[in-house]
């Protein structure tokens, strides 16, 4: 590290890291990384590694010497005419290519977990999110029997109306999953049932794509209006078995 | 012998604290009261001038906000440095004491001004809303009123008898003073506190908002006092901040080599100050969301999902950059030092962890994407940064932040000094193995806990979290006092040299938490949505939408604007105060 | 004071970045508006949203449909006001005073009588009297914004322009519930219980069609001696399903929403009271 240029150094790390994680995520991993997210990590890294060479008095002089020689000193004139001809160049490219319109459909900006409305009217009944519980759920202790029974009554609505689409492994991998937009949600993720009560879930079936808020986008999705096909019960059968099927909890604060 | 002079202080400080603890001996249910909830439409909100109502109040509310809490937050950190003082009998510290509660001064008349505009611009805009609340809370309006006297009575007493009480009896007597000043000033806090707390988390009325005496139980509502903790946590680290700004401006336009070195050992004094506070705030912010989700499952979602959803994604951004530039100053300052130049070798991999925790912290959950990204990806879930965007990652990530931020302070604390104590090695030892086993728990903690257990175990699991990182700094702290005491200086420390750019991280430290808190106020008042009492005192103003997060953002960096030219304006004229001119020829000769 | 102006410089800077990216590097949601509410605030209304209030109190509050339906000839269908109203003002008939057609309309609801359609007017009085209640009248109680509310619904749908301004009118906050109260008995239902029978007759509208209690509705059966004639039991039949057995003389037309809509006590206590007006 002692003979390469501290700029040199900087600007290496910086190329470096960022192609570390196109390689990372766009070619090991087989995940890209969203270039959104890639741009604001760029910006805290830079500010990071500039304030590591920054942080003393040599290490800074260092750093700005060949700029400050560049454009101080008489005999890098030629240098000194090309950078600043092609710094502006560039940097309007740069612009102009972010800013020209491309053939590419606006992005849909949806919130997953839109907040849910005080009360909501499902089957002609007016309920109270805030205080809705599954009605089955204390079976679980008070009569694991019947709770299993209700478990199974759930697994079997599940693969009748959901797995077409949600996956018979509720991974959200079911055989129409490949020709939806947004893709059905997958259940075993820890960021989907895991995170929510049971009366969120209650709502999501019960109204589907069509109540959702306009944050949500409800005009882009796909879920049905379960309230018109499955009864008050069966929901809350269906939602025990996607909680036991995964081995989640719903989400609670007192325990 | 007491004094005259004395003996009339005694008396005044008498008087205030009576004055203090009045509300609690008559808080009785008032009989028969019955304030009842009106039911408006948007034409009973007065249109004034064309004034945007909101925005008015909000401005107005803001910066009231903003000089309150650091009129508040220095004399908690003046107090505590006055009895360092009188502890290590060392004069610096009585000096920069009253230099600290001499820029407050000043903010002291503008908090008041300021809070005058927003009692009126609410009064104006909203004539029901504040009827309906001075209807519940007239009590503790009155007492605010005699509290405000007593508040201004002590900390003129304070300020002005600064010199006057030194030495002996008269700095015991001072300390009280400071001390009844926080008592008064905290309890000012706490009854504003309780009025907007009301107006998120009602109590003390029924369904329909109907109050009918129960004054006690609309103060003590669910949001009080995970509101009053955050506030004062908030307050400190955010006065520290401002008071930073202060020295760095006196030490940038600074003549001599002394008053540098005293601005500089200020600025680092209040830098010190704001990140002591600074290392705890998540950690109440933490326990207010919680409370928040136990309030209100809808609010929490709200808060945490949704539209502000995003908020907590800039949110991360300012923390991140409060971090780096506390800890940029922190690397900055060795430079004081020859001896800091062992160091510098770990100042790389402090930063490498602090930017990768923070890149941890600022993934969010819901990630934009392209279309052409969507479909590489099959879907908005990401299989790999998708984890990162919920709370374990982000628990164990600020913990982490945090931890080194402190590995950062102990090198700074070492950089000029040479340990004599037998038991170096041990020492040393035992605080790495401390660091090690405390990061080992913090991770498994994290992902352990945060990945393949219940939702329970998730948000159970913060609180362990937690607890390591305290424990781990308390404790390596304790230990290297011992192991540093008695220590070698390898080279002297050379206050007042440092490079400017270091004053800009404390500046970029004073705007950040500005714009921090004003932030965070939005989305505080935010989350009550369409309320203007949640579910209990509907807003049916024009402005009773919830505005979009980049318009909340121009609305606060205004207030910032704003606010920061009348701090520029308070420490221009505390600079002025002390100018003395003596034109020749003026004034006719005796 | 370069020193001064490079700090000023570098704070708008860094709030400049701060709010560039508040702006630009995320997403601007839109957050819902607030969800509209019971009372109707019209001075933030369009007319759009002000013909969906109308056709709301039209469906509900007004009770309109009861009689003006396709179901049967009680009252006239005003889906051709457009054609018709001009007409009717010329006509030897017409006794009211309305000079256009948004008059003609609000006239029409506070004195039904200023003009009975041909064939549509109480028994007995050669269409000279209308059965129709005034619409302020008690069991209905429209307001005069209410019933503005419900000229505009009449005159978009039937093909008219709506030339009727908004009220600006505080007084006259429309108050319009979502929908007819649906009692199913499941945890839904909020309101409180009826008191007595005859608040359920005016707050269900009996008096719309039945000449009841201080109500001259002449659409259906006189019920003012019901209980000499009638027993409980078919009383209850007629409530829940009216249609079992019709009065001579009477079409089928009472809708067999009341049960739905009253608890069981309630029904009780309406039945008993109707059995007792001997």
């Known amino acids: 590290m002692q003979k390469i240029p501290k700029l040199l150094q900087v600007v290496l790390i910086v190329v470096g890291v960022y192609f570390g994680f196109v390689l990372l995520f766009d070619f090991i991993l087989g995940q890209v990384i969203p270039s959104s997210l890639l741009n604001m990590y760029m910006f805290f890294i830079v500010a990071g590694v500039l304030a590591v060479y920054t942080a003393t008095e040599d290490g800074t002089r260092e750093l700005v010497a060949p700029i400050k020689s560049l454009v101080e000193d008489p005999s890098k004139k030629k240098t000194r005419n090309i950078v600043f001809a092609v710094t502006p160049v560039a940097v309007a490219l740069f612009v102009y290519l972010q800013l020209v319109p491309s053939l590419e459909a606006p992005l849909e900006l949806r919130s997953i977990h839109p907040a849910p409305p005080s009360t909501v009217k499902i089957y002609g009944k007016r309920f109270d999110l805030r205080t809705l519980v599954n009605p089955y759920r204390k079976l679980e202790e008070e009569d694991p029997e019947e709770f299993r029974a209700m478990v199974e009554a759930g697994a079997s609505i599940y693969i009748q109306n959901c797995h077409f689409c949600h996956g018979d492994k509720l991974d959200g991998q079911g055989p129409y999953a490949a020709g939806l937009n947004p893709v059905p949600l997958n259940f075993q993720d820890v960021g989907t049932i895991a995170q929510l009560q049971e009366s969120f879930l209650f709502w999501r079936i019960a109204t589907g794509g069509p109540g959702l808020p306009d944050e949500a986008a409800p005009w882009i999705s796909s879920m049905p209006v379960w309230q018109e096909f499955l009864t008050e019960e069966e929901i809350w059968q269906v939602i025990l078995y996607l909680y036991d099927y995964t081995g989640r909890r719903p989400r609670s604060w007192e325990e | ?590 | 004071m370069t020193q001064f102006l490079k700090i000023a410089g570098f704070s708008l800077l860094v709030i400049s970045l701060f709010a560039t990216y508040s702006n630009l590097g995320i997403p601007q949601i839109k957050p819902a508006p607030p969800p509209s509410q019971e009372s109707v605030d019209l001075s933030s209304m369009d007319m759009d949203s002000f013909i969906s209030l109308g056709e709301k109190i039209y469906n509900t509050k007004g009770t309109c449909t009861l009689c003006h339906n396709e179901l049967g000839g009680r009252a006239p269908m005003l889906d051709n006001l457009g054609e018709v109203v001009s007409a009717r003002l010329e006509d030897a008939g017409y006794k009211g005073s309305a000079a256009n057609v948004v008059d003609y309309i609000v006239e029409s609801m506070n004195e039904p009588s200023a003009y009975v359609v041909k064939g549509f007017g109480k028994v007995g009085t050669n269409d000279q009297e209308s059965p129709m209640p005034d619409v302020r009248s008690g069991s209905i109680g429209l307001s005069e914004a209410e019933t503005l509310a419900i000229v505009a619904f009449l005159q978009d749908s039937s093909g008219l322009d709506v030339s009727i301004e908004i009220p600006s009118n505080v007084e006259e906050v429309a108050e319009v519930p979502e929908e007819v109260p649906v009692s199913t008995g499941g945890q839904g239902s909020q309101r409180a219980k009826y008191a007595s029978a005859e608040e359920i007759v005016a707050i269900l509208g009996c008096g719309a069609c039945h000449k009841i209690a201080e109500f001259e509705g002449a659409i259906g059966p006189d019920l003012r001696l019901i209980g000499q004639s009638r027993d409980a039991e078919h009383l209850r039949q007629s409530i829940l399903d009216p249609n079992a057995d019709i009065t001579e003389g009477f079409v089928a037309m009472m809708p067999p929403i009341y049960g739905d809509q009253l608890f069981a006590s309630e029904l009780e206590m309406l039945v008993e009271y109707m059995a007792s007006l001997k």
């Open chain 2, 1 to 590: 012998m007491i004094s005259t002079s004395i003996k009339q202080l005694l008396i005044v400080m008498l008087v205030v604290f009576l004055l203090a603890v009045l509300p609690f001996s008559v808080a009785e249910a008032a009989e028969g009261v019955q304030v009842t909830v009106p039911e408006l439409s948007s034409s009973d909100y007065p249109v004034i001038a064309g004034v945007n109502s909101r925005v008015a109040v909000w401005l107005a509310a803001q910066l009231h906000l903003w000089f309150a809490a650091f009129v508040l937050a220095v004399p908690i950190f003046v107090f505590i440095i006055e009895s360092i003082g009188v502890w290590t009998r060392d004069q610096r510290y009585d000096e920069m004491a009253f230099e600290f509660i001499k820029v407050s001064i000043t903010a002291y008349s503008l908090t008041a001004i300021l809070g005058g505009l927003l009692a009126f611009s609410l009064f104006i805009f909203y004539p029901q809303l504040m009827t309906y609340l001075t209807g519940v809370f007239s009590e503790s309006m009155f007492y605010y009123a005699l509290l405000f006297f007593a508040e201004s009575v002590t900390l003129y007493v304070y300020y002005y008898g600064w010199h006057w009480l030194q030495g002996g009896d008269k700095k015991w007597i001072h300390l009280t003073l400071g001390l009844l000043l926080n008592a008064v000033g905290t309890l000012l806090m706490l009854l504003a506190n309780a009025w907007l707390t009301f107006m998120m988390s009602p109590n003390g009325v029924d369904t329909a908002g109907t109050f009918t005496g129960d004054t006690w139980g609309a103060i003590h509502n669910f949001l009080w006092n995970p509101i009053n903790l955050h506030r004062v946590v908030a307050n400190v680290a955010f006065g520290g901040s401002v008071v930073g700004a202060y020295a760095a401006f006196k030490f940038l336009s600074a003549s001599g080599e002394d008053e540098r070195a005293h601005y500089d050992w200020m600025g680092y004094n209040a830098n010190f100050i704001a990140i002591t506070a600074l290392l705890p705030l998540p950690f109440a912010g933490y326990y207010l969301t919680a409370e928040i989700y136990e309030y209100s499952q809808q609010m929490g979602i709200t808060l945490m999902g949704g539209v502000f959803a995003w908020l907590f994604i800039i949110q991360a951004v300012l923390i991140g950059t409060l971090f780096i530039a506390a800890n940029y100053y922190l690397w900055c300052g060795m430079g004081r030092s020859e001896g800091a130049h062992r160091y510098y070798p770990y100042i790389k991999y402090i930063a490498f962890v602090i930017v990768a925790s923070f890149l941890v912290w600022f993934t969010p959950h819901t990630l934009v994407l392209t279309n052409e990204e969507l479909k590489a990806l099959g879907g908005p879930y990401h299989k790999y940064l998708g984890p990162l965007g919920i709370m374990p990652a982000k628990n164990t990530a600020v913990n982490l932040m945090i931890l080194f931020t402190a590995v950062s302070f102990l090198i700074y604390r070492r950089s000029n000094k040479l340990p004599t104590v037998s038991w170096v090695q041990t020492g040393n030892a035992l605080q790495i193995a401390l660091f090690v086993a405390g990061i080992a728990n913090i991770l498994i903690l994290g992902i352990y806990y945060g990945y393949f257990t219940n939702t329970v175990y998730k948000v159970a699991a913060s609180i362990p979290q937690v607890l390591t990182t305290l424990v781990v700094i308390v404790i390596s702290t304790v230990i290297d006092s011992f192991l540093y005491k008695g220590a070698e200086e390898v080279a002297p420390l050379r206050w007042g040299r440092v490079p400017d750019r270091s004053q800009y991280a404390l500046f970029l430290l004073a705007v950040a938490f500005t714009w921090l808190m004003g932030l965070m106020g939005y989305i505080r008042s935010g989350i009550r949505q369409h309320w203007h009492v949640t579910d209990v005192f509907r807003d049916n103003s024009v402005d009773a939408f919830t505005p979009t997060l980049g318009y909340a953002a121009n609305v606060v960096s205004i207030g910032v604007v704003i606010f920061m030219a009348m701090v520029v304006f308070v420490f221009w004229i505390s600079q002025v105060s002390s100018k003395k001119s003596y034109p020749e020829g003026y004034w006719k000769t005796a």
